[in-house]
């Protein structure tokens, strides 16, 4: 069965803050192979942002994610939105900074905002290549379908040598 965003949003509402913070990072850790469409984007090892996220997720250490959170505001021009496959990248930092935000100072609106983030990202892809399953295989992983859990995890790489194709 799929879910719908009304119901991985109720799902996110529900969570504890421990799950809303690992969600967070799972989530990111979805779209961080997005990055691969414009590498030169970023100054920033995005492979140590990721390492760094899940440390700070499973250590509790509010300062090492504050660090990565403050690291990702240095990207230069990380203010101005780009177009074109650098906004695929460009919005996979974004999803970080708001995971970050899930570990640190705002678990409830990082988790919330992460989860849009990606959902902006996957909808993006699902329009640029005329798909139509991403989303709801998000939702299934937000609602904690066990069955499709992975089954988005292994579609994004296919997904972005569709786009940079």
């Not at 919005?91 to 970080?96: K, L, N, S």
């Not at 995971?99 to 640190?104: F, H």
């Amino acid at each position: 069965m799929s879910h719908t965003r009304s119901n991985a949003e109720s799902a996110i509402e529900a969570l504890g803050l421990g799950q809303r913070q690992s969600l967070a990072v799972t989530l990111v850790t979805l779209v961080a192979p997005f990055r691969q469409l414009d590498p030169g984007f970023f100054n920033l090892d995005l492979d140590w942002v990721d390492q760094e996220l899940r440390a700070a997720q499973k250590s509790g250490d509010l300062v090492r994610a504050d660090n990565v959170r403050h690291s990702l505001f240095r990207i230069p021009n990380f203010g101005e939105e780009p177009d074109g496959l650098t906004w695929f990248a460009y919005r996979a930092a974004v999803a970080h900074i708001y995971a970050a935000d899930a570990l640190t100072t705002a678990p409830r609106d990082g988790v919330r905002n992460a989860f849009l983030t990606v959902e902006d990202i996957l909808d993006n892809a699902e329009s640029t290549l005329g798909r139509d399953d991403l989303l709801p295989l998000l939702y299934d992983l937000v609602v904690g379908q066990p069955e499709d859990d992975g089954r988005i995890g292994e579609i994004v790489p296919q997904v972005i040598r569709e786009l940079a194709a």
